[in-house]
Protein backbone atom coordinates (compact mmCIF):
# COMPACT_ATOMS: atom_id res chain seq x y z
CA UNK A 1 0.00 0.00 0.00
CA UNK A 2 1.45 3.40 -1.04
CA UNK A 3 2.35 5.73 2.03
CA UNK A 4 0.26 9.55 1.36
CA UNK A 5 2.39 12.14 0.88
CA UNK A 6 2.31 14.93 3.84
CA UNK A 7 4.62 17.38 2.21
CA UNK A 8 7.90 18.33 0.03
CA UNK A 9 10.17 20.53 1.44
CA UNK A 10 12.92 21.73 -0.33
CA UNK A 11 16.23 22.94 1.25
CA UNK A 12 19.81 24.04 0.30
CA UNK A 13 22.13 22.79 3.27
CA UNK A 14 26.05 22.52 3.42
CA UNK A 15 26.79 19.04 2.56
CA UNK A 16 27.76 17.12 5.78
CA UNK A 17 26.55 20.23 8.09
CA UNK A 18 23.04 19.52 8.78
CA UNK A 19 21.91 20.88 12.28
CA UNK A 20 18.72 21.07 13.52
CA UNK A 21 19.12 24.84 13.59
CA UNK A 22 17.50 27.39 11.08
CA UNK A 23 16.93 26.74 8.29
CA UNK A 24 16.49 23.46 8.64
CA UNK A 25 14.84 22.92 12.00
CA UNK A 26 12.20 25.19 11.48
CA UNK A 27 11.12 23.83 8.15
CA UNK A 28 11.12 20.27 9.28
CA UNK A 29 9.69 20.33 12.75
CA UNK A 30 6.21 21.83 11.72
CA UNK A 31 5.95 18.17 10.02
CA UNK A 32 6.85 16.51 12.64
CA UNK A 33 10.69 14.66 11.34
CA UNK A 34 12.73 13.09 13.67
CA UNK A 35 14.88 16.16 13.34
CA UNK A 36 17.97 14.20 14.20
CA UNK A 37 17.75 11.03 12.88
CA UNK A 38 17.43 13.56 9.46
CA UNK A 39 20.44 15.07 9.75
CA UNK A 40 22.51 12.05 10.54
CA UNK A 41 21.27 10.83 7.62
CA UNK A 42 21.69 13.92 5.17
CA UNK A 43 25.30 14.17 7.06
CA UNK A 44 26.25 10.44 6.14
CA UNK A 45 25.01 11.34 3.05
CA UNK A 46 27.25 14.34 2.11
CA UNK A 47 30.45 13.74 4.05
CA UNK A 48 32.13 13.67 0.43
CA UNK A 49 30.37 17.14 0.10
CA UNK A 50 31.90 19.56 2.70
CA UNK A 51 31.88 23.08 1.86
CA UNK A 52 29.36 22.38 -1.21
CA UNK A 53 25.54 23.59 -0.98
CA UNK A 54 23.44 20.10 -1.43
CA UNK A 55 19.61 20.99 -2.29
CA UNK A 56 17.81 18.39 -1.03
CA UNK A 57 14.04 17.22 -1.86
CA UNK A 58 12.33 15.81 1.11
CA UNK A 59 9.07 13.90 0.69
CA UNK A 60 7.51 13.42 4.09
CA UNK A 61 4.45 11.01 4.58
CA UNK A 62 1.96 10.41 7.14
CA UNK A 63 3.31 9.28 10.44
CA UNK A 64 6.47 11.30 10.36
CA UNK A 65 8.82 8.84 7.76
CA UNK A 66 10.55 10.43 5.36
CA UNK A 67 12.70 10.05 2.12
CA UNK A 68 15.20 12.96 0.72
CA UNK A 69 16.35 12.64 -2.78
CA UNK A 70 19.82 15.22 -3.10
CA UNK A 71 20.51 16.91 -6.32
CA UNK A 72 23.75 19.00 -7.77
CA UNK A 73 25.03 21.70 -6.48
CA UNK A 74 24.00 25.09 -8.03
CA UNK A 75 25.32 25.56 -11.57
CA UNK A 76 26.62 29.07 -10.17
CA UNK A 77 28.62 27.04 -7.80
CA UNK A 78 29.93 24.22 -10.20
CA UNK A 79 30.86 27.25 -12.81
CA UNK A 80 33.05 29.18 -9.67
CA UNK A 81 34.49 25.46 -8.39
CA UNK A 82 35.31 25.10 -12.02
CA UNK A 83 37.19 28.01 -12.77
CA UNK A 84 38.71 28.73 -9.21
CA UNK A 85 36.71 31.60 -8.50
CA UNK A 86 35.06 32.97 -4.97
CA UNK A 87 32.59 35.05 -6.52
CA UNK A 88 30.78 36.36 -10.14
CA UNK A 89 30.85 39.75 -11.34
CA UNK A 90 28.70 42.02 -9.14
CA UNK A 91 28.36 44.31 -12.69
CA UNK A 92 28.27 40.84 -15.45
CA UNK A 93 27.05 43.55 -18.14
CA UNK A 94 30.16 45.60 -17.39
CA UNK A 95 32.53 43.30 -15.86
CA UNK A 96 33.55 40.65 -17.68
CA UNK A 97 35.71 38.46 -14.59
CA UNK A 98 36.80 34.88 -16.59
CA UNK A 99 36.67 33.17 -19.69
CA UNK A 100 35.38 29.37 -19.81
CA UNK A 101 36.81 27.08 -22.50
CA UNK A 102 34.58 24.79 -24.16
CA UNK A 103 35.26 21.52 -22.33
CA UNK A 104 35.33 23.33 -18.63
CA UNK A 105 31.33 24.22 -19.82
CA UNK A 106 30.39 20.83 -21.10
CA UNK A 107 32.40 19.23 -17.76
CA UNK A 108 29.57 21.69 -15.53
CA UNK A 109 26.78 20.25 -18.21
CA UNK A 110 27.41 17.40 -17.97
CA UNK A 111 27.63 17.32 -14.01
CA UNK A 112 24.74 19.31 -13.51
CA UNK A 113 22.62 17.73 -16.26
CA UNK A 114 20.42 15.34 -14.02
CA UNK A 115 18.93 18.26 -12.44
CA UNK A 116 18.09 20.16 -15.69
CA UNK A 117 14.96 19.48 -17.62
CA UNK A 118 16.72 18.23 -20.63
CA UNK A 119 19.01 14.78 -22.22
CA UNK A 120 20.79 17.05 -24.95
CA UNK A 121 23.93 17.93 -23.93
CA UNK A 122 24.23 21.00 -26.02
CA UNK A 123 20.89 22.37 -24.42
CA UNK A 124 22.19 21.61 -21.12
CA UNK A 125 25.68 23.49 -22.05
CA UNK A 126 23.43 26.39 -23.28
CA UNK A 127 21.53 26.58 -19.66
CA UNK A 128 25.12 26.62 -18.23
CA UNK A 129 26.15 29.07 -20.11
CA UNK A 130 23.33 31.37 -19.38
CA UNK A 131 24.28 30.95 -15.81
CA UNK A 132 28.17 31.87 -17.06
CA UNK A 133 26.85 35.16 -18.47
CA UNK A 134 24.66 36.43 -15.44
CA UNK A 135 28.23 35.68 -13.11
CA UNK A 136 30.32 37.93 -15.87
CA UNK A 137 31.83 35.05 -17.22
CA UNK A 138 32.15 34.77 -21.19
CA UNK A 139 32.82 31.63 -23.27
CA UNK A 140 36.65 31.76 -24.65
CA UNK A 141 36.81 31.52 -29.08
Not at 28 to 42: E, P, R, S, V, W
Request: charged residues 30%; glycine residues 10%; positive net charge.
Amino acid sequence: MAKNIKAVVKLQIEGGKATPAPPVGPALAQHGINMGQFCTDFNNKTQDRTGSTVPVEITIYEGGSYDFKLKESPASELLLKELGLKKGSGNPKKNKIAEITKEQLRRVAEKKMPDLNTNDIEVAERIIMGTAKNMGIRLKE
